[in-house]
């Protein structure tokens, strides 16, 4: 019985040590990548540099896409009372200052063209480093379906 229950004990760890680390996929510069189109033909790579997020956009084929009348809005931090940092327009992308915290949601919506209704991506901010992978808990993918855990693709 004892047993039994340290198996279901170490079993119901490991599933939720799997779960903390999301399925999601690295992109081209080793940001959080987000699909901004409803038939995957616009994404963007989110990073963080200096206090900075970055949010280089992309077609399917991984190229950069110029930002032209594309409109990038963002919402984050404290659920009760949500920030709406200033979001500047970049060569192939966009930029606007990390929010206060070490640990918050980040709600991005790219209305793609004028007219268009924004599509919406969301993530987790945390900055506390993976003790697998050192790399910030919101850049570890667990390594992804056909990678080894904790690889990222390098």
């Known amino acids: 019985m004892k047993q039994s229950l340290l ?23 080793g940001g959080r990548w987000l699909d901004f189109s ?3 033909t616009l994404f963007g790579e989110v990073t963080l540099t200096n206090g900075v997020f970055r949010v280089a956009l992309f077609d399917r084929a991984k190229q950069p896409v110029a930002v032209t009348d594309q409109v990038l809005t963002v919402t984050g ?22 929010l206060k915290g070490d640990k918050y ?16 991506a969301r993530f987790t901010f945390d900055a506390e480093v993976c003790g697998d992978c050192k790399r910030q808990e919101w850049l570890c993918n667990g390594g ?10 390098k």
Not at 21 to 29: C, I, Y
Not at 77 to 98: H, I, L, M, Q, Y
Not at 105 to 120: D, H, K, S, Y
């Open 7 to 29: 198996t279901l004990a170490l079993g119901l760890l490991l599933a939720a040590r799997a779960l903390a680390h999301g399925d999601f996929e690295l992109g081209p510069n």
């Open 105 to 120: 949601p980040l709600v991005l919506q790219l209305r793609p063209q004028p007219g268009m209704r924004p599509v919406t």
């Open 144 to 153: 992804g379906d056909d990678a080894k855990p904790h690889d990222h693709g």
């Open 38 to 40: 409803e038939n995957q």
């Open 77 to 98: 931090g404290d659920r009760n009372r949500p920030s709406r940092p200033e979001v500047k327009k970049e060569g192939t992308g966009f930029s606007f200052p990390a």
